[in-house]
């Protein structure tokens, strides 16, 4: 399928990337892409990005595709721009715990890069091949996060193409730093709409010197969702995570801790966990598993909310989403519940996510869903007062609109 | 007049405008640069800033926010006449939440204050500037604030989930959210450490952190700084997150020990490290031991241990009284600010010092080594013209040689005035244009805190047609 940009355009476009493929449509939210740019490095991308914003064409970025689901419906894109070629692990400094890499990396990459050495990547969003400037734009995060911190903490520095060509920089690679504007909190989370990510400098953790998975089969949503609480609450917690189905299928639940630090804690804990809350010695595929199942959901025509709240309304937000017919997934130590609906009613799926999201005095975000249950909302909620700045952001950085138009928060 | 409408909005009393009175607010703890305020308020409630900030547009003058004035980089000082919003009287805890672990704030509150009001409940708010005594949350939620246990516990971003902004033509926004998760653009991340440009902030939601089960402080002493700054790579590198990781010089040292903060420190030592260690009780002992044998490999003559309370505060004596002390050494102090990667400290440091030495100076360092962030503090006289424009020379060449390092110009003092004519040592055109953008959206008119951060002529003149360029150079 070609895109429908004049032909004279579309080969201008070809030569700043340096390559255009066409492909098999990559449908986002019942938008066909059959081509992508491809630039090979930052310069190609500058060129690339000016060639659009002269010929004001808009596209929809994309790392590996591996999170396309994620925002509102396109607005009038012809192409994709396609960055995973942009990729490679630059600098890797032991002595520092930092490393720099290209955007189109995968987290698989960057964490073998580092194998061997005492560092890891605190990053672990679930998605196959999902590249670390996916998961920085998306801002996405997974259940490690209640130890690693969440992507705002571990970006140090960004290399951003605006939407004119220009090749910025923000940030640095040094672990403290108040030099100028923090740019880098504003790229991060705003799915590509005022800048492509070229680079990043990111802050390693120390891999921890023992990790251990426990995990608890039981009956009684309350009462699992007491244990969970009660196990995120260790020193040792990395991720714990409580999983229940949908209420026709009855009150069971299961319960993965993941923990890590020194081995005298770690052991300490479990041995802790296992008087007080029963929990046993599980395999690292069981929390691998549960982890994986964060990104799920239930069929084609599911839906996937992430609902935020407070700590203390967790209960009440878990009750409110389970009586509308959604199984969880609740993460205390990062205070979010998954919500999963089988795409029967979205209408009912939505008026359940908002409302456990003010009884969370939190917010609702729809993660992957149907197109059909996006039309007319914003997946990213209704936006409140500070939109007009969003919407001022948008225009300074992006003035023609050719960042992913209409994908993010306000549909900007 | 404007002096007149301010009065009408926060009392006779809540404005000064005399210059007797005005004297005091022209500059923060950066004194090099100090310049006359149009005239301060004290306001007592949001809705006064409010009033205020719409007085301030409507006669077209700009104002700037003002905390305790302990930053250091010139955050806080007026320029283009601009008004003060004094923020002292904004000074209350509005709200605890135990279980959900924040607390409400206005900006006026004292950072100590704040975890001595939740550590009852076992909590603390984890940022700890060394003026923490008498700085505000306000001004270091404008300049994103460190401090020793920022190593492992992160800086002000890390802890402030929600704001309450007056924006720059008198809007109140609410930015953020409790739960510390946003849809959107990360608006609070944004505005945290934009050094009072993008507008007033009336209130924060930050996080309060639970007390750590156990706390260890060593002092190692080593025979001179730059095998000091070994065993602190030493350490980074061995997996280890201490809670701080901080350095204090012989010269340093000496000063100390000369003053009431004397904590009995060897002075024949060439530096000493104090390293904090917390978290559960059962890894600390295997830690302390660890952190001994580093300390020993990078040569320290002695490693010690706080046996305990009043002996790990005579060891953070030595770290916190230090600014104090070196008062004693002459009557000015420039208290530098840049950071390197950690791994570069050693040769780093030999550089700085050789600075010091060639200009001829009394360059001492204390410093937060783990996260790299130099404070090479001079002590000087400005009443002598030749020392001042050494100092000044120093300064820049110490700034250059952190970025030719990989560094940066500041660690958690801020642009400010001070160093927005460096700005170009770190940053292109196209990348500070991209931080335009971010002002732009906030404050177009450039009247929020004008002079800071951006350097000198283009900014004033592009965002401000009214202000006059400033030609001096800030150090």
Redesign the interface.
Known sequence: MRPSIAPDVLRGLAEAAGELVEHAAIVVDDVAFGASLRPADGEALGRTLEALSAARIPVVVRGNASRLCLGNAPRGAGILLDVSRIAGVLDF??????CQVRAGTTLAAVQSALSGS?WELPLDAPGDGSTVGGVVAA?AAGPRAQGY??P??VVLGLE?V?ASG?????G???????????????Y???LGS??VIEALWLRLR??P?AARAVELHGHGVPQGLAAVREAARS??SRAASLECEAPASGEAFRLVVELA??A??VE??AERMGNELGVVETTGAALEEVHGNQGGRPGEAGLRFRV?????KLAAVVARLRGAGAAVQVQPGR??VYAFFDGTDPAAAWEASTVAAQL????A?LEAAPTSAKRGRDV??A?????A??R??KE??DPHGILNPGR???CL | MLVDALRAIVGEEACLARDEELIVYECDGLTLDPERPGAVVLPANRDEVVAVVKACREAGTAFVPRGAGTGLSGGATPRDGAVVIECSRLDRIRSV?V???TAVVEPGVVNLDLTRAVEAFGLFYAPDPSSQLVCTLGGNIA??S?GPH?LKH??T??HVLALELV?PDG?V???G??????????????V???EGTLGVVTAATVRLTPAP?RVETLLAVFPDVVSSCRAV?AI??????PAALEIVDRRTIAAVEDSVYAAGLPRDAGAVLIVELD??A??LD??VERVRELAGDAGATRVEVARDEAERQRFWRARKGAFGAMGRLAPDLYVHDA?????RLPEVLEQVCAIGDRYNLKLANVF?AG???LHPNICFDRRDPDELERVVAAGEEILRTCVAA??????????GSEKRDH?GL???D??????R??????DPDGVCNPGK?FPSTRFCAEANPKARGYERVPF
Do not use: W
Not at chain 1, 308 to 312: G, Q, T, Y
Not at chain 2, 236 to 241: A, H, M
Not at chain 2, 430 to 435: K, P
Not at chain 2, 437 to 442: C, G, I, Q
């Open positions: 400094d032991p002595g520092e715990g930092v005492a801002g911190g969440a705002r903490d951003v605006l220009a090749r910025t920089r923000c640095g690679r040094v672990v403290k730093n108040v030099t100028g504007y923090d740019l880098c909190k504003l991060t989370g705003s005022l800048g120390p891999r010197a020193p040792a630090g020194d005298p804690v300490r804990e935020s709240v407070l700590p203390s205070s979010l969370g005095e939190g917010s975000l990213f909620g936006p409140g007062a500070e939109i700045i969003a001022s952001l300074r950085f993010f928060a306000g | 939440d279980e959900n672990r300049e994103n460190g920022t992160g800086t971003t890390n924006l809007e926004v609410q930015l959210s409790a739960t510390g998760v946003v849809h959107g653009y990360d608006l609070v991340g944004a945290v450490g934009s089960e790579g980074v590198q061995s997996g280890l997150v978290g559960p059962c890894a295997p830690q950071v390197v990667p950690r791994a937060h996260d790299g962030n990989g560094g940066v110009i500041t660690g958690e003092h801020g642009i700005m770190v940053f292109r196209a990348d500070l244009e991209s931080m953008y971010l002002r732009a959206a906030f951060v």
